[in-house]
């Protein structure tokens, strides 16, 4: 029986000095832990999600404009909050984190710092929509929203200056002409009084004192010294406008669905048919709506995006050039006479360096 006890009291020893071991392992543990939560993190650490893992529905996300403001730094946006950005030329394209997750339909930056990007988010119980933007002043590190600020759906903004553009969209009970005007940087919008509009898909300036606006059902808007007035409709039948673009003194250029193309030479007032044909290059009708103009200069492509159609003499001659896909392209843009991007579905980028001869695919 004292074998016995002895027994059970050498187990009973050992039993809790491994209790007051696991006690002390338990303390040392926790220490640790506080320890570690105390360190600092690495700086930038979290900031930027992994593009392949919590932004990895962005990759395919369907783009709708672009905007270089020198060969080498540029923004492009799109479906689900999407906006890639490159500083070398498109060789990289880098997402950003906006914040977001609605379509941004237009990106714009005054500088290779400042820039906006607007857009519009639905309300599919409601049928309604409500417009989006987004300011940034670090290039797109980080992107600002205002959620107050109450906006109809936005198809397209343009800044003059940090503090001076306007932007137009979809009318509604607080804009209802669909085209506001800002002094303030995008913070506070003022809306311009006209009949209610039937809604504007495109629009472009000659300088913040004249605008040009292009609607559905052919209608068509101008802007002149802050007064806005809605124009006889133009006769397209049931074809839609697809981008506008204005170019000094007082040409410009609109395409859309269709194969419809017109050009005005007094900044918006009339639009009429350029001289040369696209029927010889074109088989059947396609929807353009990509479009970039420099002086005399532009060029055209759309769905599909197989060919961009190019004049160097404001449409007295056309060339058309291939582009090795056929995924529909949305926005182009050129930074000079020979580096140029155009983007389009699913997450299509395409650049050229050689006036739009020649087109390579830099992602999609």
């Known amino acids: ?21 696991a006690m002390l392992a338990g303390e040392d543990a926790a220490g640790a832990d506080a ?18 893992v919590g932004d990895g529905f962005r990759l395919d996300a369907a783009l709708w404009d672009v905007c270089f403001v ?58 309604t929509g409500a417009g989006v933007l987004l300011w940034t002043q670090d290039g797109g590190k ?3 929203r205002d959620a107050k600020l109450i906006l109809p759906a936005l198809k397209r903004i343009r800044m003059s200056n940090a503090r ?35 809604g504007w898909l495109a629009a472009d300036d000659l300088g913040p004192q ?13 802007v002149r010294r802050g007064d806005l007035r809605l124009a006889d409709p133009l006769d397209v039948g049931l074809r839609e406008a697809g981008g506008l673009r204005l170019t000094a003194p007082n040409g410009g250029w609109l395409v859309g669905q269709g194969g419809l193309i017109l050009r005005t030479a007094d900044g918006g007032l009339t639009w009429h048919a350029p001289p040369g044909d696209l029927a010889e290059l074109v088989s059947w009708p396609l929807d353009f709506s990509a479009l ?7 060029w055209i492509a759309g769905s599909p995006g197989s060919r961009v159609f190019v004049t160097a003499d ?3 001659s056309w060339s058309a050039f291939p582009t090795g896909q056929t995924l529909p392209l949305t926005a182009m843009t050129f930074a000079d006479d020979q580096n140029g991007w155009a983007v389009g579905q699913l997450g299509t980028i395409l650049a050229t360096n050689d006036g739009g001869r020649t087109w390579r695919r830099q992602r999609a």
């Not at 932007?167 to 009949?195: E, F, H, K, Q």
Request: charged share 15%; hydrophobic share 40%; with cysteine.
């Open 292 to 298: 970039a103009v420099r002086g005399p200069k532009c």
């Open 210 to 222: 004249w605008l040009a606006l292009a609607g559905r059902g052919g209608a068509r808007g101008l």
């Open 142 to 144: 980080h992107w600002s």
């Open 35 to 52: 320890a570690a939560s105390k360190r600092p993190k690495p700086q930038g650490e979290a900031l930027r999600p992994d593009p392949l």
């Open 70 to 127: 020198d060969s080498q730094r540029g923004w492009a946006v799109g479906d689900r909050g999407t906006i890639w950005h490159t500083e070398d030329g498109g060789r990289q394209w880098v997402l950003q984190p906006s914040g977001v997750s609605c379509r941004l339909e237009s990106v714009w930056f005054v500088s290779a710092e400042l820039g906006w990007a607007a857009g519009w988010v639905s309300h599919p119980y409601l049928h």
């Open 1 to 21: 029986m004292a074998a016995q006890g002895g027994v059970g009291g050498r187990m009973g020893a050992m039993l809790a000095l491994t209790a007051v071991l």
């Open 164 to 198: 001076s553009g306007w932007a137009v969209g979809c009318p509604s009970a607080m804009y209802p002409s669909g085209v506001l005007v800002t002094d303030s940087g995008g913070r506070g919008w003022n809306p311009l009084v006209s009949a209610r509009s039937p």
């Open 314 to 316: 404001a449409g007295n």
